[in-house]
């Protein structure tokens, strides 16, 4: 079948957050499947850059003629007719709905914060008024919440990685380091704090990354010298890939170490602690590692990812709906070369 043309929006390519990291990650793979790939974003940055180096263009401006791509130079027209779009983020939906009419959209709802505390509308809002073809959760929680304060009926697709990128040595024996991986949380905040006291009672290192710290685009580098990984959503779960103890832990609450006995309580959340919505104290904490923490649930954890959170299999979905809904016959196509 024809390799296709698709668009993939997001609010941001400029920063190191969940919807971005998944955005590059599935454009990559799109890419890599042999598709023509682009993005838009209104705002450019570190993803876009990225982006480039995989030859995968960027968008940032409307004008008459189309999207202006974001340069100091001219560069010839460019002829934006996709097949289909991926777009996160309500504005970024409705902009493209009013330049691409015709286009189908397939829109992901990556949470359940659809309100601002003002009032207005927050970005993982959906778009109601913007034709979308068909609607896309993350996790159980999302698909309910949809369906219930909406009536939207979605597909669930996962939180996904580029597998291949996370083979990296065993951990330790012991747990000899920890990484915090958070954007929301600072030097002093509660969950931080607690997990600091556990380094020191374990005599643990500590290593913390995110807006407030030091910004990495690769995280694996920072995954590979940790034996536990503390985080929320993709945050932990990258540590999970890479063969590491996960526990959920943040803003929300400890969720729980990522292992078979939790799974189902923990995806249905997204990995977020909304489960069970409180920290857990320090020797809560100490306790999951202890019990834990051995080659059984680590490799287990790495399995299931590459199972579950698989950005091959993602993508491919996200193509046999793409040519759903452009009315191609994808009976007995395969889909790893699709």
């Not at 202006?68 to 991926?86: C, G, K, Q, R, S």
């Not at 969950?191 to 913390?208: F, H, P």
């Amino acid at each position: 079948m024809k390799k296709l043309k698709i668009l993939l929006g997001n609010a941001t390519l400029s920063y190191l957050a969940g919807s971005e990291t998944w955005t590059y990650t599935l454009a990559s793979q799109l890419k890599e499947m042999g598709h023509d790939v682009f993005c838009y974003s209104p705002e450019l940055g570190i993803i876009s850059d990225k982006l480039k180096e995989k030859n995968i263009k960027s968008f940032n401006e409307f004008n008459v003629g189309g999207i202006m791509p974001f340069t100091f130079v001219l560069e010839e027209n460019f002829d934006h007719d996709y097949d289909f779009i991926i777009a996160n983020h309500y504005f970024v939906v409705e902009k493209l709905r009013a330049k691409f009419p015709k286009t189908p959209i397939i829109s992901t709802i990556h949470g359940i914060l659809h309100f601002m505390d003002s009032g207005e509308k927050a970005p993982e809002h959906p778009a109601l008024e913007s034709g979308v073809s068909q609607f896309i959760s993350v996790s159980e929680e999302v698909q309910e919440k949809l369906k219930k304060d909406y009536n939207i009926d979605s597909l669930i697709i996962r939180n996904f990685f580029d597998i291949k990128k996370f083979d990296l040595p065993k951990a330790n024996e012991k747990p000899k380091q920890f990484l915090m991986n958070t954007n929301y949380a600072g030097r002093e905040d509660p969950a931080i704090k607690v997990v600091k006291e556990v380094a020191v009672e374990m005599g643990a290192r500590l290593a913390v990354i995110g807006e407030n710290f030091v910004q990495n685009f690769d995280v694996i580098s920072a995954i590979k010298d940790a034996d536990v990984v503390f985080g929320m959503g993709r945050s932990v779960l990258e540590g999970v890939a890479g063969g590491r103890l996960g526990i959920v832990h943040g803003r929300w609450g400890t969720g729980g170490v990522v292992i078979d006995q939790n799974i189902d309580n923990l995806r249905r959340f997204n990995f977020s602690g909304r489960n069970v919505e409180k920290l857990a104290t320090k020797e809560e904490i100490i306790e999951m590692i202890e019990t834990y923490y051995n080659p059984t649930n680590l490799q287990w954890g790495k399995d299931y990812i590459a199972r579950d959170h698989n950005v091959v299999l993602a993508a491919e979905e996200f193509v046999r709906l793409g040519r759903e809904l452009i009315g191609e016959n994808i009976n007995n196509v395969d889909l790893n070369n699709a």
